[in-house]
């Protein structure tokens, strides 16, 4: 499916949709290639994250929903360091899970 979210997984991905490694450009480049730019300024990327994260509060309406508190965290960890040691903390956790899930499996 190509578009605006291309849901195969490439040889880098780690366990979800997500590169094995991001950095802040890393995950500038990882958003824009699936055409969805990000505002230029930080303020603007604040406000957005910030926006997502608001909108995540209302998850019993039907189009905003929990789905966007994760979102709104990876947009914050663009400029944020505290939220992106929180961001590349979790990311740990949850591969070695998966390595550990995949190695059970096996």
Not at 33 to 57: D, E, H, S, V, Y
């Amino acid at each position: 499916m190509s578009g605006f979210w291309r849901w195969e997984r490439s040889s880098e991905a780690g366990p979800g949709l997500l590169p094995a490694s991001l950095d802040a450009s890393g995950l500038s480049e990882w958003i824009r290639a699936r055409k969805a730019n990000l505002p230029q300024t930080r303020l603007g990327r604040t406000l957005l994250g910030l926006a997502f994260m608001f909108g995540g509060i209302f998850s019993f309406l039907p189009v905003l929903g929990i789905w966007m508190l994760p979102l709104g965290l990876v947009i914050l960890s663009v400029d944020w360091a505290f939220v992106r040691r929180w961001r590349r903390q979790a990311e740990v956790k949850l591969t070695r899970w998966w390595k550990a899930r995949q190695a059970a499996r096996a």
